[in-house]
Nanobody, 121 residues
Framework: VQLQASGGGLVHPGGSLRLSCAASERTFRAYAMAWFRQAPGKEREFVAVGWKGDTYYTDSVKDRVTISRDNAKNTVYLQMNSLKPEDTAVYYC?????????????????WGQGTQVTVSS
């Protein structure tokens, strides 16, 4: 499975962005799809995951972020609203067999190349 993330950019605080992650294979449907992010000097951290209609989010983004997937397009989305400067990071999409805990990066076998999100005035 190859993943291609896109949609990052520069946005003002309070703004919105929608990230996309396109998968190369139809087997995309067999995997949980997640988003992680990594800010400069920090470890990669879990943002959100979606699997069979269930979604889970890290506390810092709850109520501001929505993960969704379109199996017909082999694509997962991350809609981010009310963005804050602390959301600035490189965002990575990841795919893996669903398991718990779901917020560990090592649970995911496939990774996209990352897309930069910068929130700044």
């Amino acid at each position: 499975v190859q993943l291609q993330a896109s949609g990052g950019g520069l946005v003002h605080p309070g703004g919105s962005l929608r990230l996309s992650c396109a998968a190369s294979e139809r087997t995309f449907r067999a995997y949980a799809m997640a988003w992680f992010r990594q800010a400069p000097g920090k470890e990669r951290e879990f943002v959100a995951v979606g699997w069979k209609g269930d979604t889970y989010y890290t506390d810092s983004v709850k109520d501001r972020v929505t993960i969704s997937r379109d199996n017909a397009k082999n694509t997962v989305y991350l809609q981010m609203n009310s963005l804050k400067p602390e959301d600035t990071a490189v965002y990575y999409c990841a795919a893996g067999v669903w398991s718990r805990p779901y917020n560990y990066a090592r649970q995911y076998k496939y990774w996209g190349q990352g897309t930069q999100v910068t929130v700044s005035s």
